[in-house]
């Protein structure tokens, strides 16, 4: 059965993209198979959507909008979607047409406009005459799937605003297809990321945390397009924070084969919930926790690398002796109670100055346990 679509267009050429600017009806859009969203999944590693999670209160509002509109007839939506296929669309140059299949071209790929679409489709539940009213459209042509997920990337860091978790999660897999797939032109803020391959590597850690049965961060990180009541911190602070404190030049972790790494970096975790963590409401495993131990893992990593020993134990003696030796305001970090949460403790008002203060000291204090210690040898 065919399902063809024929409507004027102009071609827009875009360096090597191909573009068709047309209009579609509402109804068109609603033809089965004509469209699909590509939405990230949070909890399969292997997904390869990029979309962010349907804001259905979103789409429901401009829903309410063409429905009220629609019945003084001064309703629009000026905004174009962009839609693409890997597959090519017929033009006729001589009339200015571009004529289709959806059985054999669709589904298309909703790049940008999903809550538009959502919208639109809601409000024709609702009142039919919605069904013929058009909208503008941008049809890519030839577009790999890849290439797809690099526009998408393009129009919402350039134009407006998408999650940031999402934006990683774009980006690591990014750097996975640098050297498989072919990827078009990115702006140069976007290639240096993806060829850094930062966000990558982070996010390996953070999956690694969140996904092992004995890790304490285990269903503790709120992943990319997930909601979780049990989460404490959400991937993109996490991310983040790692990038800035982790992955850097002078952390010997940064050395080490990623397997080896992602262990090292549990049974840090490991070693400090161990002496930190009790079962009650803790900030260890909000930002200030994560700012603190992040930071202080540069120093505390290079010890352990002049040791040759990263095993738990080995690391919960050389955390407690550092804790030992510090004074002042701070000689209760080493103890529970220093890091409850709801104003309990104290951890919880810490600012960016007194963590970066307090590494400094943690430093100090292990270096000072260290000397002690050869001293009495």
């Not at 970066?356 to 001293?375: D, E, P």
Request: aromatic content about 10%; glycine content about 4%; some cysteine.
């Amino acid at each position: 059965m065919e399902n063809k679509i024929s409507r004027p267009a102009a071609v827009v050429k875009q360096g090597n993209l191909t573009l068709y600017t047309t209009s579609l009806k509402v109804s068109d859009l609603l033809k089965p198979n004509f469209y699909s969203v590509e939405t990230l999944d949070p909890d399969d590693n292997s997904d390869q959507g990029y979309q962010r999670l349907l804001n259905k209160a979103r789409a429901k509002k401009l829903a309410d909008y063409i429905i009220e509109g629609m019945k003084t007839q001064d309703v629009f939506l000026p905004t174009s979607i962009f839609i693409a296929t890997d597959k090519d669309i017929d033009f006729n140059i001589k009339t200015n047409t571009i004529s289709f299949d959806i059985n054999f071209i669709g589904p298309f790929s909703v790049v940008d406009g999903q809550h538009r679409i959502e919208g639109l489709k809601m409000a024709s539940q609702k009142e039919i005459k919605v069904l013929d009213f058009e909208i503008p459209v941008n049809i890519a042509t030839g577009l790999s799937r890849i290439s797809q997920m690099c526009h998408f990337l393009i129009v919402n860091t350039t134009q407006k605003s998408v999650d940031k978790a999402i934006e990683q999660r774009i980006y690591a897999r990014l750097t996975k297809a640098l050297q498989v797939e072919h990827i078009p032109s990115l702006p140069k803020w976007i290639e240096r990321a993806v060829k850094k391959g930062e966000d990558d590597i982070a996010l390996k850690f953070i999956d690694y945390l969140n996904s092992e049965d004995d890790s304490p961060w285990r269903d503790r990180i709120e992943m990319a397009n997930k909601e979780s009541k049990s989460a404490s911190v959400n991937q993109k602070s996490f991310a983040r924070t790692i990038k800035q404190f982790v992955l850097v030049a002078n952390n010997p972790l940064t050395i080490y084969p990623i397997e080896k790494s992602l262990k090292i970096f549990l049974n840090y975790w490991k070693a400090i919930s161990n002496i930190l963590y009790v079962n009650e409401p803790t900030v260890l495993f909000k930002y200030n926790g994560i700012q603190l131990f992040c930071r202080f893992s540069v120093p505390f990593f290079s010890k352990l690398h002049e040791m040759n020993d990263f095993k738990v134990p080995t690391m919960e003696s050389l955390l407690r002796d550092t804790f030992e030796n510090l004074d002042g305001d701070y000689a209760g970090l080493g103890h529970s109670e220093w890091w409850n949460s709801g104003g309990k403790g104290k951890a919880s008002y810490l600012n960016s100055g007194a963590l970066h203060k307090i590494a400094a000291l943690m430093a100090s204090s292990m270096h000072k346990s260290s000397l002690n210690k050869n001293i009495e040898l």
